[in-house]
């Protein structure tokens, strides 16, 4: 394999295959190499359905090097050890280097390691998107009874879900916040996707700070901060992650506030011939333009296709992360996006709120039916969209992401409830009822 390519990707997740698939598109003469550490990568959403759904064959989540080699970009697989800007060249861990006109930086995230004692012991585990330490998690499972989640979030809640449904055990989750999915949703909303989780036994204990963990070599239970002990054949820790950025940083690139590698809205670092996107990037907030904590793949997917775009003419920016989360528990679907009433308010924004609810199929006794349910936010002086959350049918992942698309095009109320959709009798809520744009005809006729 030749030593210097037109561009070099380090990182095959998300964000590395799509940086280098847009770029092969955009840049169809430039030769490409993308190399990444693991032997396989993992499509990150799925990696709590492998705990249940996917158990008899989990290789189904992991993402095919197809996709490269058919586009004729090059994928090498070793640990990159160094970054010199000024000859512009990687070093490998075995040895060498690469040669780079233009450098991407997919480094991704690795999970934060709460100061919790006890947290070396034995079958303590943190959700990483390694398949080996995975499948160390798959095997420890296979022998519990009990088994605490520590943390709420989405991928706490959706593997306490899959843990208990497919295996059958004893799961309880503990949060620190006032209840699970808090940072993304109203209380209310959080209320009934912790429902959800309760019908299907998983115990939930919100308000609690985890103290330590207990046992000799091996992990024997949970010690919350009022004294309570949880038992616990294997301890999941699922607080949230941090960007990789061990290699910028020591090559003298610019770090964000948050710790994150500093980009511009073309995603171009402070190096102009390097560009980083997902995890391991700073995010700054659509709204405000304040760094945020919102790590996602379809944030890292928008990012890698602006950095990808731009290695050799600038053609697009970044308009900030608004933040589009959707999950599914028990039996109802949840979406978010954008910023949530009690989040509009705490940056001082005085809010309206527009809420409706209906059928999703019509009339309501087509077998199936089930009903969606719409929250919008809107700024009360300027009638602009600040967030929505949607509960219902699996049609809701579909309409959070229509949600983004009015928040990033600023839309009104009163825009908004002109909205006109195509309706089925089997696929969509009634046209007159149509929870969207009767939620925002209801904020808009607060307004006048």
Known sequence: ???AYDIVVVGGGTAGVTAATTA??????????????EEKTLIPCGIPYMFGTLKADPLKNVNPDYVLEKRGIELRVGEVTGLDRNTKKISL???????????????????????????????VFWITKSLPHLQKIFTALDTAAKVVIVGGGFVGVEVAEEIKKHRGLDVT???????????????????????????????????QKVKELTGDTRVQGVVLADGTELPADVVILSTGVRPITSLA????????????????RTMATSDPNIFACGDC?????????????????SVASMEARVAGANLYVRRRTNPGTVGVFSTFIGTKAFGC????????EEKGYEVLIGEASAPNQHPSALPGTQDTRVKLVFDRYSGV???????????VGDLVNLLSACLLHRMTATQMAGFQMGTHPMLTPSPAAYPLVVAAEAAATERL
């Open 281 to 297: 990037t700073e995010k700054f907030s659509f709204f405000a333009g304040n760094p945020v904590r919102i790590q996602l793949a």
């Open 337 to 344: 996006a954008g910023l949530t009433e009690r989040a509009a």
């Open 1 to 3: 394999m030749a030593n």
């Open 24 to 37: 092969r598109r955009h840049y169809p003469d430039k030769k490409v190499l993308v190399i990444r550490h």
């Open 249 to 264: 940083s020591k090559a003298g690139l610019t770090l964000g506030p948050l710790g994150g590698i500093m980009v511009d």
């Open 385 to 395: 969209l600040l967030g929505g959350q949607v509960v219902g049918s699996k049609s």
């Open 93 to 123: 861990a075995s040895g060498g280097s690469i040669g780079y006109d233009k450098l991407v930086l997919a480094t991704g995230s690795h999970p934060v390691s709460p100061p919790i004692p006890g947290r070396d012991k034995e079958n």
């Open 173 to 207: 989750i503990v949060e620190i916040l006032p209840c699970c999915l808090y940072s993304s949703f109203d209380e209310e909303i959080c209320v009934e996707a912790e429902h959800e989780l309760e019908v299907l036994g998983v115990k939930i204990l919100t308000n």
